[in-house]
């Protein structure tokens, strides 16, 4: 298999239907390409097509050798990473975005009266910056959205109090048509503009419901005021807001050379994922796996390792460590904090998703690397462990009841052998001691009759038996179990349709098995295909009888000619078919003529 072919079937399976980047290398482990998607699966799986155009595409997919990945929340923050990853890492292959364009944000600067502006660079002034945002069309919208709902100045004027109060500055134009409340010459307090100001941070942080509750408070207050003119514009403002469908990303840009670690587990291995955040933005991302060589290892001892390991490997000089456990690093200078909510959570919870895709990949391509005995193996080692059985369930069999209102009472049994059907061992009953509608009697009488002939044939027992039903009908199995003194030499239990559940002898309790695991999933299997075979049967049943019924009703035919006809024709459709001459030669002339126009008169009328 050439390496382009285990790409496009073994690795671009593992890749998730999610936002993020995706980075190509070489043999030699070179950066060739970073891209973004806002499904990353359908992006990289792009370019393992057939039809790609010549030229450097093509010639790039031929080169990759190796393809990692990162998950992120929007597709706005997979560009913002894009944006990053292509500046520092210069891939051969990508010719956008390697200049020092930097991406816009909203700056409130910090003076008195601040102001609202849009700015490409950061200065640690102790303003509050919002963003990056990816277009500048947006920033731009929004704060035209801002400035119509409040009253914001946009004039340059150092309104210090001494400025003001000296009356150094007059009133203009912005103030007479109603888009500022002239603050320059005292008109308007610092404390009324600073709520404004207040109002325009919620709302650049998605924090929308406040602002709501805030104007419509206003709107009582001004009515109460009787000043209907001021509730009415407060109402135009509130619908504004209301039809407000700005969903961008915001990102703090305070965050600010801070590391992240989470951390993604199985039994036998960990994951570690670490996140580089410099102003709000990832700048790194990387995974590792540690392989646990002892039992008693614990999650916080893995998470610190990895911590160590991947600082260590990076360089880190950062100060910060967000992780989800309070583990003790070794450095001095270096804290860790353990966020429960806002902005850092994010990021520690999308550490988490990083390291959940990693571990997913490693599972797909070891799965698929394994062979089938191992497969089977490990499905059927797990059902035991999670059954609590005493030996593994190669032999399975399983028990569904099949009746329509009572009628055709049936039972069917399927057999899986190393978790594969065995359609030789399937098995039909037609149920013969019970009358009327009553699973839990006729999966006694079907589970006694299989187990009785295979105990009077010599042939083996199965290790499990399943049973397509809750309490009731397992403990009728047990008591078929128990009349033949076999209790002890087979499992058997009952399994739930309606949440799954998984009932054991003797406990009350049911097993919740989880719902991704391939032993449920056998579970399952063996469960619909039990009741696939016995609905066929009960519809074989059904049709058989009706088309019998519908034969006797014909004046000379009883229920041995039907008998004769049907071992002899084989099917209902060959009967229909039948002319008077080979109908004779089963039963007399005069039943052949009278089945003849029974169906040719039912033929015309249809």
Do not use: W
């Not at 009953?429 to 009697?441: C, L, Q, R, S, Y």
């Amino acid at each position: 298999m050439t390496r382009f072919e285990v790409l496009k079937k073994e690795i671009l399976p593992t890749i998730p239907h999610k936002p993020g980047v995706y980075k190509y290398f070489d043999v030699t482990d070179n950066i060739l390409y970073v891209g973004k998607a806002k499904n990353l699966r359908r992006r990289v799986g792009s370019y393992f097509t057939s039809n790609h155009p010549p030229g450097k595409t093509r010639i790039m997919v031929k080169r990759i050798h190796r393809i990692e990945f990162a998950v992120v929340e929007t597709e706005q923050d997979a560009l913002l990473l894009e944006n990053v990853l292509i500046k520092k890492l210069q891939p051969k292959y990508n010719i956008l975005l390697k200049d020092d364009k930097s991406y816009p944000y909203i700056c409130i600067t910090n003076e008195r009266f601040p102001r609202v502006l849009v700015i490409r660079k950061l200065v640690k002034d102790g303003s509050s910056y919002l963003g990056p945002y990816t277009s500048v069309n947006q920033v731009y919208n929004i704060l035209d959205f801002l400035r119509e709902m409040f009253t914001i100045r946009t004039c340059q004027f150092n309104l210090s109090e001494k400025n003001v109060q000296a009356g150094k500055y007059k009133l203009c134009l912005e103030y007479h048509i109603g888009k500022c409340k002239g603050p320059c010459t005292g008109l308007q307090s610092e404390s009324e503009y600073m709520e404004t100001i207040a109002q325009v941070k919620k709302i650049l942080k998605g924090n929308i419901s406040s602002v709501i509750k805030y104007l419509k408070n206003s709107i009582k207050t001004a009515v109460e005021k009787l000043d209907f003119e001021q509730a009415h514009h407060i109402q135009q403002k509130l619908q504004s807001l209301e039809n407000y469908q700005s969903k961008s990303t915001i990102v703090n840009p305070n965050i600010n050379n801070v590391d992240v670690f989470n951390i993604d587990q199985t039994d036998k291995r960990a994951y570690v994922s670490y996140l580089t955040i410099a102003n709000g933005t990832i700048i790194r991302t990387k995974i590792i796996e540690l392989t646990k060589q002892l039992d008693n290892e614990s999650t916080e001892d893995l998470l610190l390792f990895g911590m160590i390991s991947l600082r260590e490997q990076f360089k880190a000089t950062s100060t910060e460590i967000i992780a989800p456990y309070a583990v003790k690093y070794p450095k001095t200078g270096v804290k860790v904090q353990v966020p429960k909510i806002g902005d850092k959570k994010k990021l520690l919870d999308l550490a988490k998703k990083n390291a959940f895709y990693y571990r997913r990949q490693y599972e797909i391509k070891n799965q698929q690397h394994k062979t089938g005995t191992e497969r089977v193996f490990e499905t059927l080692s797990q059902l035991k462990k999670d059954l609590r059985l005493t030996e593994i369930p190669y032999h399975i069999e399983c028990f569904d009841n099949s009746n329509f209102q009572g009628s055709f009472p049936v039972a069917a049994m399927v057999c899986f052998k190393n978790a594969k059907p065995y359609k030789k061992a399937y098995r039909h009953f037609k149920i013969k001691t019970v009358e009327g509608p009553n699973d839990f009697a006729s999966m006694e009488e079907v589970v006694y009759r299989r187990y009785k002939r295979l105990i009077d044939e010599e042939k083996p027992l199965p290790q499990l038996v399943l049973i397509d039903g809750g309490k009731g009908q397992l403990t009728s199995a047990l008591a078929a179990l128990k009349n033949l003194n076999i209790t002890e030499k087979l499992a058997v239990v009952g399994i739930a349709k309606k949440l799954e559940e998984i009932y054991v002898p003797n406990d009350p309790i049911p097993l919740h098995i989880d719902k991704r695991s391939q032993s449920l999933k056998l579970l399952q299997q063996l469960r619909n295909e039990a009741h696939r075979f016995a609905i066929s049967f009960h519809k074989n049943l059904r049709s058989k009888n009706a088309f019998n019924s519908e034969l006797e009703s014909i004046k000379g035919i009883g229920k041995k000619s039907v008998s004769k006809l049907l071992a002899h024709f084989k099917s209902v459709n060959a009967i229909k078919k039948a002319n008077a001459t080979d109908l004779a030669a089963i039963v007399n002339k005069k039943q052949a003529a009278a089945i003849v126009h029974y169906f040719s008169t039912k033929k015309l009328s249809s």
